[in-house]
């Protein structure tokens, strides 16, 4: 085993409970068995964090971990991913945003944080490179995360970067996030609640180190590759201009932006979706982390009740979870709510389901103004939904119990408030409507982490590229489904943005060029062989989903947790292109596992499988556990 290039070599471990931080070698197995990233999360949250572990108590643990890119001049490998037991799911979770952050630790000199104990009182962690100091955050305790950061910026260096949490993972909101000095959120299952259970209130980061690369000719080479494929990619200038909002309408005339709580696929005035109007609020564009496609965008308000506004623009799941999904198209409005979810701490997808949530159970009668203390939660009512974040923020009236998320929420409600509540595994579903892209909504129902569209987004169908498959058929979705989690497994471990793989994949006409290009250049950072082999990177791939699951098949889950919403399995899809359509759960059930090589009962991996992946000693954990046999 040679020299590591490319990582910085140590892991950070900080015990809160004994204000002790400890920095730990990193394997050079675990670096060419996981990569990086996701990959180094599953594999630590597996080995440190026992099955039964309360989401918020002191024993279980956050992993931020880095891709081995992180700080180089490699395109968009720069985002920060963050590894728990969710409090919302009390599974697996996997969570990450963009920014800088991950840029300035891996400068400080790591590749990943572990996060452990619990605080005696609020506290903040500042590190700049080998000197690590916990402070007191009793003066920042209860602010939002622009006013916190501001002040641990002044106290500490004005260049660091910051992830922070606000009054929402201070209050356990069981939605809430972290956020990034520049608004970027590794944003669901609850990752803000595991902070605020701990009382770490910030991570403050500042580092002056430069990773050693193993072939630096050949890692220039291909960044220049890089740059040059995304310059001639057909979704370069969509996604330049407007980021993920350029297809907010395209989607909704596709079937894939559900409205009312997924009762009905139609929205008047869903034209102020088009292009030509949201690219009238754009004033600013600006990037991650050496990221040429510069996604994010500065919005500002000019009129109505919101007019001055000046904030991050809302991404196409948040112009669906607090517009669309709400029946919502004031988009003053939207963009607003967007700017109170970043200052509180909140995850927009889940914050927006649980708002649509609550409106259909007010529409019903399940909810009376007597529980919403006199708020009217009607479909389309802009200002309502804003007044409903904020109780929801700061767990004020309904707001208590809304924070638990759907479907702890319809639990306490009850009078059959269970079936309006859209969740796969207690994750609230974004913006895609399974009936109308099947192995999309496979992915929802088997994601490690719930109902989530990024752990198998299905470019497929959705995009019809880089070849395209019929969304509506079941045969082979099966298949389909786990290739799609296992690259972006694979991609993830490398640190990689999906948006960005996305445009790559565009420019090179193909993901297998994409797969190969990226082994090439982890090789030419790090100088392990086995990335050379983009075989090898798929595989991975694969390691990690099923150490993932894994990981919930040894917190109790099974077939039975493979799931979606009776709506989306029963009721019809209304409207072309996908009218009449059902989700066949069990059909499409049956064709992934015999496709993962799980059990076909029970939904978990098979000792063969395991042991054909390497994880023996996973294997052998479930075995001993009962969990799976011989």
């Not at 797969?515 to 090439?520: A, F, P, Y």
Request: aromatic content about 10%; glycine content about 10%.
């Amino acid at each position: 085993m040679g020299k590591l290039y490319g990582y910085a070599g140590r892991i950070l471990r900080l015990d809160l409970t004994h204000r002790s931080a400890v920095k730990i070698e990193l394997p050079y197995d675990m670096a060419r068995d996981f990569i990086g990233a996701r990959g180094f999360g599953a594999k630590i949250l597996w080995d440190e964090v026992k099955p039964g572990v309360d989401p918020l108590c002191p024993e279980n643990k956050m992993i931020l971990a880095l891709s081995p890119l992180a700080g180089t001049a490699a395109q968009s490998f720069h985002r920060t991913f963050a590894m728990f037991k969710s409090p919302l799911t009390c599974g697996y979770f996997r969570s990450t945003g963009g920014g800088f952050f991950a840029a300035e630790v891996k400068s400080a000199g790591y590749d990943a944080i572990i996060i452990e104990g619990r605080a005696e009182k609020p506290t903040y962690v500042w590190i700049h490179d080998d000197d690590i100091e916990f402070r007191d955050a009793g003066h920042v305790w209860g602010a939002t995360v622009d006013g916190a950061t501001e002040i641990l910026r002044e106290e500490t260096d004005k260049n660091a970067r910051v992830l922070a949490i606000g009054p929402a993972g201070e209050r356990l909101v069981r939605v809430a996030c972290l956020v990034t000095d520049d608004y970027r959120t590794p944003g669901r299952g609850g990752g803000g609640a595991i902070w605020g259970s701990k009382n770490l209130k910030a991570i403050v980061a500042l580092g002056t180190k430069k990773p050693e690369l193993f072939n630096e000719d050949l890692f220039r080479e291909l960044v220049k590759e890089q740059i040059d494929v995304y310059k001639r990619s057909p979704l370069f200038d969509a996604f330049h201009s407007l980021g993920t909002n350029s297809v907010v309408y395209q989607f909704y005339t596709l079937g894939h932006n559900p409205t009312y709580n997924f009762k009905n696929t139609e929205l008047e005035n869903a034209e102020i979706w088009r292009t030509e109007v949201l690219e009238k609020y754009v004033i600013k564009h600006y990037g991650c982390f050496t990221c040429m496609i510069a996604c994010g965008k500065k919005w500002k308000l000019t009129k109505g009740p919101y007019a001055g506004l000046l904030w991050d623009f809302p991404e196409y799941e948040t112009h669906w979870s607090l517009g669309s999904t709400c029946g919502i198209t004031n988009l003053e409005a939207i963009a607003y709510a967007n700017m109170l979810c970043d200052k509180y701490g909140l995850d927009t997808i889940s914050t927006g389901a649980i708002v649509a949530f609550a409106m259909e159970l007010y529409e019903k009668g399940i909810l009376t103004d007597r529980e919403t203390d006199g708020l009217r939660l009607r479909w389309g009512d802009g200002d309502a939904m804003v007044e409903l974040v904020r109780k929801i923020a700061l767990r004020e009236g309904i707001g208590n119990i809304l924070a638990e998320g759907t479907a702890r929420a319809a639990e306490i409600i009850g009078r059959g408030a269970e079936k309006f509540a859209m969740h796969s595994k207690c994750l609230e579903l974004p913006a895609y409507d399974p009936r109308a892209a099947k192995a999309h909504g496979l992915s929802y129902a088997t994601s490690n982490i719930g109902g989530s569209h990024m752990i198998g987004w299905n470019k497929y169908e959705i995009l019809g590229m880089p070849e395209k498959v019929d969304p509506l058929t079941v045969e082979g979705k099966g298949v389909l489904a786990k290739r799609v989690q296992d690259q972006i497994a694979a991609f993830e471990a490398a640190g990689w943005c999906a948006f960005a793989e996305l445009v790559q994949t565009a420019g090179y006409g193909n993901v297998e060029k994409t797969m190969e290009w990226m082994g090439k250049v982890l090789y030419a950072a790090t100088g392990i062989e086995e990335f050379k082999d983009p075989g090898y990177i798929w595989l991975v791939g694969e390691r990690v989903y099923n150490v993932e699951r894994a990981f919930n098949v040894r917190e109790g889950m099974t077939r039975k947790d493979d799931w979606l919403p009776e709506r989306l399995q029963k009721v019809p899809f209304p409207r072309d292109p996908a009218r009449g359509q059902i989700f066949e759960l069990d059909r499409l059930l049956d064709d992934y596992y015999a496709a993962r090589g799980w059990d076909a009962k029970t939904g978990v991996p098979t000792r063969k499988k395991l042991e054909d992946l390497g994880l023996s000693y996973v294997a052998d954990e479930l075995e001993k556990l009962g969990k799976i046999s011989s």
